[in-house]
């Protein structure tokens, strides 16, 4: 299990721009969605910008606390 403020905290760190919303979508903690939206994610595929916030949350995922994590990126309007 892992807070929203882990979460927040771990993309800030690697996106310090970012604007990041957590949302727990079953009350447990391990299953979360998640938007970003940062500069950091110009030019970049959606393929991309999902492999930086993973990259983001690499230890939250491979110890299992994030069991499913649906992600919404984009970039600022």
């Given at each position: 299990?892992?807070?929203?403020?882990?979460?927040?905290?771990a993309i800030h760190?690697?996106?310090?721009d970012?604007?990041?919303?957590?949302?727990?979508?079953t009350g447990g903690g391990d299953h979360?969605?998640?938007k970003v939206v940062s500069d950091a994610f110009a030019g970049l595929s959606r393929?991309?910008?999902?492999?930086?916030?993973?990259?983001a949350l690499r230890q939250e995922?491979?110890?299992e606390a994030i069991h499913a994590l649906a992600?919404?990126?984009?970039t600022p309007s």
């Open positions: 299990m892992v807070q929203p403020d882990q979460v927040k905290a760190r690697a996106m310090p970012a604007a990041v919303e957590v949302e727990d979508l979360l969605q998640v393929i991309r910008q999902h492999q930086l916030v993973y990259g995922l491979a110890s992600l919404q990126t984009s």
